[in-house]
């Protein structure tokens, strides 16, 4: 990911959810990858899922073994049914993990790609590795306003 734009983010989250997220970033990959997927009439695949409210890219953790770019091409087909086509990095987040007041727990980084595909996306019952994981999943024309970290990624996901 040596080309692609770097961004810092901090999140700020419970001591609860860290402690959930800590053996993905210290014992594992500590690696998320998405995509900002695109269709031939230039609109955006967008989902919702179980842990969060508003829109986000598709995407997740990397699993061992597996690269950013293999981790977005499956993460697209979990959650939108979508067989993409994953470009390059658009940009990739230094993510730091603090609790809420501000102490840094641990690190990652976050990838998203460049994607194209077309077609139907899946009902949501179908979507997700688990039952209830994928809430919706749609085309769009433009960022809805609850779409998650507007701010920060509304610049590289625009064409």
Request: hydrophobic letters at 40%; aromatic letters at 8%.
């Amino acid at each position: 990911m040596k080309d692609a734009p770097r961004q810092p983010q901090t999140l700020r989250l419970s001591e609860s959810r860290l402690a959930e997220l800590e053996p993905w970033a210290v014992d594992g990959t500590g690696r998320a990858a998405a995509a900002r997927v695109r269709d031939s009439a230039g609109r955006l695949a967008l989902i919702r899922n179980e842990w969060a409210d508003g829109w986000f890219l598709p995407g997740g953790g990397v699993e061992a073994g597996e690269t950013p770019r293999a981790a977005a091409r499956r993460e697209v087909r979990e959650e939108t049914g979508l067989d993409a086509e994953i470009g390059e990095p658009l940009v990739v987040l230094d993510q730091r993990y603090c609790d809420e007041n501000g102490d840094e727990w641990f690190t990652a980084e976050y990838v998203v790609f460049d994607a194209r595909a077309d077609g139907e996306l899946a009902d949501a019952d179908a979507l997700g590795v688990h039952d209830g994981e994928i809430h919706d999943a749609r085309w769009v024309s433009s960022l809805p306003d609850d779409f998650h970290e507007r701010e920060l990624l509304a610049p590289y996901l625009q064409e």
